[in-house]
């Protein structure tokens, strides 16, 4: 009896946001392998990962069937795993080649995720006469995170409500080789400390099966609690945000249905996911972490006039406004 190979892949999406105090971050996932009901030796591996700037080359042992990386970063994350092996499709054929491979990435600092997973599904003959097959298998995830301060002029007495809009754009495409349950993208859309949802978590999160995707995920919300000050002229207001991509489906092995992307299956979704945050016209943003700004929220202003110069008086009298926001 040919031996069950099985692939128990795992997708963590690690960065924890919803309760709202995390800092920048940027993760991708990616696990890469062969199985099925079939002899084949161990495949040859390629790739690597970066994780804000710097690069790590891969290592596997020369018997792996799986394998898999995820870098964490700052601003920046990337992996990109490839498999070749080789399966003999009948009993004493010549081997025929079997291939793999598997991409993520996340991008804090441009507001933009990737994934692309394409594998390979061999027919094969057992010795018996029996159909009974060797494919390659992957799961991949991308992920971000960022923690923003806000401040909006303020002159007094009530503050009015502050909203901002947050939207994720997707582009790519699922191919189906199975069937419309083996292979699927979910997209994850999330803002914390706003007004809106439960326990001031605004979330959606949705799925797409086979086809072409192009889609707009849209979050609407108020800031709450915000932090005044009559004398600068400005209130404050702390918020995050997170947005998550991650391979989703059911292939059954054997008795056991796994969330892989496998035989024959591609997510097809290469820099596919953009990040955008709208914030009001008068309204000055900047990350928690390092107090820059990010290109992928809109309506900063020029540095110049009240709004700019609050900041920079925040910054110089220390009242602390940083702090009563975290």
Same mark, same amino acid.
């Given at each position: 009896? #040919?031996?069950?190979?099985?692939?128990?892949?795992?997708?963590?999406?690690?960065?924890? +946001?919803?309760?709202?105090?995390?800092?920048?971050?940027?993760?991708?996932?990616?696990?890469?392998?062969?199985?099925?009901?079939?002899? &084949?030796?161990?495949?040859?591996?390629?790739? $690597?990962?970066?994780?804000?700037?710097?690069?790590?080359?891969?290592?596997?042992?020369?018997?792996?069937?799986?394998?898999?990386?995820? #870098?964490?970063?700052?601003?920046?994350?990337?992996?990109?795993? /490839?498999?070749?092996?080789?399966?003999?499709?009948?009993? !004493?054929? #010549?081997?025929?080649?079997?291939?793999?491979? /598997?991409?993520?990435?996340?991008?804090?600092?441009?507001?933009?995720?990737?994934?692309?997973? $394409?594998?390979?599904?061999?027919?094969?003959?057992?010795?018996?006469?029996? /159909?009974?097959?060797?494919?390659?298998?992957?799961?991949?995830?991308?992920?971000?995170?960022?923690?923003?301060?806000? +401040?909006?002029?303020?002159?007094? $007495?009530?503050?009015?409500?502050?909203?901002?809009?947050?939207?994720?754009?997707?582009?790519?495409?699922?191919?189906?080789?199975?069937?419309?349950?083996?292979?699927?993208?979910?997209?994850?859309?999330?803002?914390?400390?706003?007004?809106? !949802?439960?326990?001031?978590?605004?979330?959606?999160?949705?799925?797409?099966?086979?086809?072409?995707? !192009?889609?707009?995920?849209?979050?609407?919300?108020?800031?709450?609690? #915000?932090?005044?000050?009559?004398?600068?002229?400005?209130?404050?207001?702390? &918020?995050?945000?997170?947005?998550?991509?991650?391979?989703?489906?059911?292939?059954?092995?054997?008795?056991?249905?796994?969330? &892989?992307?496998?035989?024959?299956?591609?997510?097809? &979704?290469?820099?596919?996911?953009?990040?955008?945050?709208?914030?009001?016209?008068?309204?000055?943003?900047?990350?928690?972490?390092?107090?820059?700004?990010?290109?992928?929220?809109?309506?900063?202003?020029?540095?110049?006039?009240? /709004?700019?110069?609050?900041?920079?008086?925040?910054? +110089?009298?220390?009242? $602390?406004?940083?702090?009563?926001?975290?």
């Amino acid at each position: 009896m #040919p031996e069950l190979r099985r692939l128990a892949l795992l997708l963590p999406l690690t960065l924890g +946001l919803a309760g709202g105090g995390a800092l920048a971050a940027a993760s991708a996932y990616t696990t890469l392998g062969l199985t099925g009901l079939a002899d &084949f030796g161990p495949p040859a591996f390629s790739g $690597g990962s970066w994780q804000d700037g710097v690069f790590a080359p891969i290592a596997p042992p020369p018997d792996a069937y799986a394998w898999n990386t995820s #870098p964490f970063g700052l601003t920046q994350a990337s992996a990109d795993l /490839a498999l070749l092996g080789a399966v003999a499709p009948a009993p !004493g054929a #010549p081997p025929v080649p079997v291939s793999g491979a /598997a991409r993520a990435s996340a991008d804090l600092a441009g507001g933009r995720m990737g994934l692309a997973a $394409g594998t390979q599904l061999l027919p094969v003959t057992s010795a018996s006469g029996g /159909a009974v097959s060797a494919f390659s298998a992957a799961n991949v995830s991308a992920e971000m995170g960022e923690a923003f301060d806000v +401040l909006v002029p303020f002159a007094g $007495g009530a503050p009015g409500p502050v909203q901002v809009r947050l939207q994720l754009t997707l582009s790519g495409q699922v191919l189906d080789a199975v069937n419309d349950a083996s292979v699927a993208l979910r997209a994850t859309l999330r803002l914390n400390h706003v007004a809106e !949802g439960t326990a001031g978590v605004l979330q959606q999160v949705r799925s797409y099966g086979a086809g072409l995707v !192009g889609d707009v995920i849209t979050l609407d919300a108020t800031l709450v609690d #915000p932090a005044c000050s009559a004398s600068l002229g400005v209130c404050g207001y702390f &918020f995050s945000v997170y947005g998550a991509l991650e391979s989703v489906g059911a292939v059954p092995i054997g008795a056991i249905s796994y969330a &892989f992307v496998a035989a024959g299956d591609q997510l097809l &979704f290469d820099d596919g996911a953009a990040l955008r945050l709208f914030v009001p016209a008068d309204a000055v943003v900047t990350t928690v972490t390092t107090g820059q700004a990010r290109a992928w929220v809109s309506a900063v202003p020029e540095p110049s006039g009240p /709004a700019f110069w609050a900041v920079g008086l925040l910054g +110089l009298a220390g009242l $602390g406004l940083r702090g009563r926001l975290r």
